[in-house]
Structure formats: C-alpha cells, structure tokens
C-alpha cells in the first residue's frame, strides 16, 4: 500500500526554511564554540533531516528548491570539516577545501538541470563588471583587515605569494562562495519570498558561516558584504562582480595589508 505525503502549506513550509535556518545558526554556533565533532555530527543530522522532509512530505517546488539549496551548507560543513586533510601540503589546502565546496555546488546544478547561465557563470561584460568588482573590494578589504588584524603568513612579502592568493582568493574563495550564496541560495531563497528576503536572508547564513573568526565585528562585516555581494549579482545577472569584489577584498585582507602593516612591504 502507497502511503499518502502529508502536504505542507505555504506558511508551513515557510516555516519549514526558518527551521533549516535556525539549524544551520546552531551548528555552527556548536561547531565553533563548544565541540566541533557534535558540530559535524548535528551538520550530518541537518542534512538528513532536510532530504527527508522533502522527500515525505508534499510542498510548492520553490520551497523544495530553496531546501536543497541550503541543506548544500551543512554538507559543505561536513565534508570540509571531517576528511583527512593532514595528508595535504599546506600551501595547497586552501584550493582543496573550496574545490569540495565547488563540486557540491556543480553536482547541485547537474541535479537540478541548471545551466552555468542560470547561476550567474556569463560572459557578458566580463572586463566591466570584473573591474567593478576589483575596485569595490580595493575598499572594502582594509575595512576588514582592520576587524581583523591577520599577521603575515610569511616573514616576507614575495611577489609568488600574492599571485598564487589571488588565483586561491579569486578562482576558488570567491567563485565557490559567490556560486553557492548568491547564484544557487540567493537565487532561490528570492523565487520563494521575494528579492529583498533572499538578499538578507543569503548575507545572514553568509555571515554566520564567518562565525568561526570568533569575532562579532567580523560577523557584522560579511553580513553587509554579502549584502552588497547579492545586490551586485541581482543588479548585474552576473558572478562576475562579486568573484572580483571577493577575491581582491581577500587577497588585501591576508596577502597585501598584513605585511604593509607590518613594515614588510614598502
């Protein structure tokens, strides 16, 4: 015997969304200030959770869409968090966790039939929107090294150095999180309740995914850059501007400012 889905109404599977947004703060508030293994294993329980409700229960697609979007955010928890990465040289670790969160992104398109268009990934007015980009995260990345403060992470400054952080800061920082917070769960957290929810909503579970700085300065700070990230895709349709903004606000942050600051770079 077939057994029947139960069916959710809008407000219930509105309700739904917020509870996988309360999970998310909760996990990661575990993983960062109390235990990171029961971080992990409520990331895991999350994701479960989320994949069975969608699967047991009748809703509107667009929720269904926003669900799998944002259950991507505990997976990438998971998988980032518990592989063995001791086995990996340090200077190559960067790109091998963004490339997990890369590959969640991609097998999440290929399931949903999404083209690269679809997520922002244009090549429309590439050089225009790019050098908007760059010149916004000129701005904002002494605005960061500021609530941050990082210490240079060699003894000094090598032009090597600052080239490979912009491809790792550009080309795997910036593309993995603009694709998933702005091209998949902007995207579909505004299909579902409207373009100004989505846009807060995304820059909330993008600051809360910062969490891990320990600092509430920090939190404040990627809040309202993601904002501005979700602005500039939904004004422009393209990544192109915020994988800019990200990767050149992030090379400033760790490989230009602290070894200015430090007397290192004249």
């Given at each position: 015997m077939k057994l029947k889905k139960v069916v959710f109404s809008k407000l219930q599977a509105t309700l739904f969304i917020l509870s996988i947004f309360l999970a998310i703060v909760i996990a990661e508030y575990i993983f960062t200030y109390r235990d990171?293994?029961?971080?992990?294993?409520?990331?895991?329980?999350?994701?479960?959770?989320?994949?069975?409700?969608?699967?047991?229960?009748?809703?509107?697609?667009?929720?269904i869409n926003a669900a799998e979007s944002l259950a991507i955010i505990p997976l990438y928890v998971l998988f980032t968090s518990s592989l063995p990465w001791f086995f990996i040289d340090q200077?190559?670790?960067?790109?091998?966790?963004?490339?997990?969160?890369?590959?969640?992104?991609?097998?999440?398109?290929?399931?949903?039939?999404?083209?690269?268009?679809n997520v922002g990934l244009k090549g429309n007015n590439l050089l225009k929107y790019a050098m908007i980009g760059i010149l916004i995260g000129l701005f904002t990345g002494p605005v960061e090294y500021w609530v941050l403060k990082p210490v240079p992470?060699?003894?000094?400054?090598?032009?090597?150095?600052?080239?490979?952080?912009?491809?790792?800061?550009?080309f795997f920082v910036g593309l993995g999180e603009e694709l998933l917070f702005r091209g998949l769960i902007q995207k579909d957290l505004i299909d579902t309740f409207g373009t100004r929810t989505g846009i807060l909503g995304q820059a909330f579970l993008f600051a809360v995914m910062h969490m891990t700085w320990r600092s509430p300065l920090e939190l404040a700070f990627t809040f309202f850059a993601g904002i501005l990230f979700g602005i500039?895709?939904?004004?422009?349709?393209?990544?192109?501007?915020?994988?800019?903004?990200?990767?050149?606000?992030?090379?400033?942050?760790?490989?230009?400012?602290p070894y200015y600051f430090a007397g290192l770079l004249l």
């Open positions: 990171a293994g029961y971080g992990i294993v409520l990331c895991l329980a999350v994701t479960i959770v989320i994949y069975v409700i969608i699967s047991a229960v009748d809703m509107q697609q667009n929720f200077q190559f670790l960067l790109p091998a966790v963004y490339s997990i969160i890369l590959a969640l992104c991609f097998w999440h398109m290929h399931e949903k039939n999404l083209e690269l268009h992470s060699f003894p000094t400054f090598e032009l090597k150095y600052l080239l490979r952080d912009i491809v790792y800061m550009t500039l895709y939904h004004r422009t349709g393209s990544l192109t501007a915020p994988i800019a903004f990200h990767g050149i606000n992030n090379t400033m942050l760790v490989s230009v400012l």
